[in-house]
């Protein structure tokens, strides 16, 4: 296929994957190698298409996320929420740069890890919808710091491709007592710092290899990613309210089992 249809596949993915629990990186990646796209660029596009869908949550949340910045100097609960997504933040920063090279040069290149990972993960999700201890918090603004850093810690998981990023947070907050419809919102709000630090580190790391023609492609990606977001960030919440997280615990079962039948063929 050409590669721009390539680039709207991917972003459509990655868009329909980033906020649920069902590892974007681990579909983009098994997507990549199901087209039989080259490693290099194709790995660094899926991880900088990530900002497009990170923007759609700014989008939708900017007026909430806007009054907490103007509140800040006055408001000590809008500094505390600002605290606690920095914090949640902070596990990724470090160890996001000590590990950089081997996440991207061997653990992006190994399907059938990206496969199990999807699979344990699958089923710690249904473990934790069908026992969730009792949640003691219900709004993602008003976590405390030490409940943030769990979440951040938990976070760290999702460096290892098909973990998912939403999935570890989202875990991570209901174990630590945070109600499900809270987690997921927390782990959107700790998405912001998370991708943009990702994707700009991810730049920079790759400046020298990148192209004009490339960029064309990465802002198609990119473009894609964040109107497939936009709709994905509105639906998540009303879903998990509803249905809880058992179906994208199958699903990740469904999927990494499929790709573990495909690899061995």
């Not at 039989?36 to 900002?51: A, E, R, Y």
């Not at 998405?191 to 991810?202: E, L, N, R, S, V």
Request: aromatic letters at 10%; charged letters at 15%.
């Amino acid at each position: 296929m050409p590669d721009w249809l390539n680039a709207i596949i991917l972003g459509l993915i990655e868009g329909l994957t980033e906020f649920i629990p069902v590892s974007s990186t681990g579909h983009l990646l098994l997507a990549k190698s199901a087209l039989g796209l080259p490693d290099g660029f194709w790995d660094t596009f899926c991880v900088l298409i990530q900002l497009g869908a990170i923007l759609a949550v700014v989008a939708l949340y900017f007026q909430r996320l806007w009054s907490v910045l103007i509140r800040a100097p006055k408001d000590a609960e809008a500094r505390r929420f600002i605290a606690s997504v920095l914090v949640a933040f902070l596990p990724a920063v470090v160890l996001g740069v000590l590990l950089h090279d081997l996440i991207k040069e061997v653990l992006f290149e190994s399907p059938r890890l990206i496969c199990w990972s999807l699979i344990v993960g699958g089923v710690a999700l249904l473990a934790i919808d069908r026992w969730p201890p009792p949640a003691r918090r219900h709004d993602a603004m008003k976590l405390s710091l030490p409940t943030a850093l769990g979440v951040g810690l938990m976070q760290c998981l999702s460096m290892i491709p098909g973990v998912s990023r939403s999935g570890a947070t989202i875990v991570g907050g209901v174990l630590l007592g945070v109600e499900k419809r809270a987690a997921a919102e927390f782990s959107f709000f700790l998405a912001i710092p998370t991708m943009a630090g990702a994707f700009a580190y991810d730049l920079y790391k790759s400046r020298d290899a990148l192209n004009l023609d490339q960029a064309g492609l990465i802002g198609l990606g990119f473009l894609v990613a964040f109107v497939s977001g936009l709709v994905v960030v509105k639906a998540m919440l009303d879903f998990v309210s509803r249905r809880g997280l058992a179906p994208f615990g199958w699903w990740r079962i469904v999927v990494g089992v499929a790709g573990l039948v495909l690899l061995a063929r």
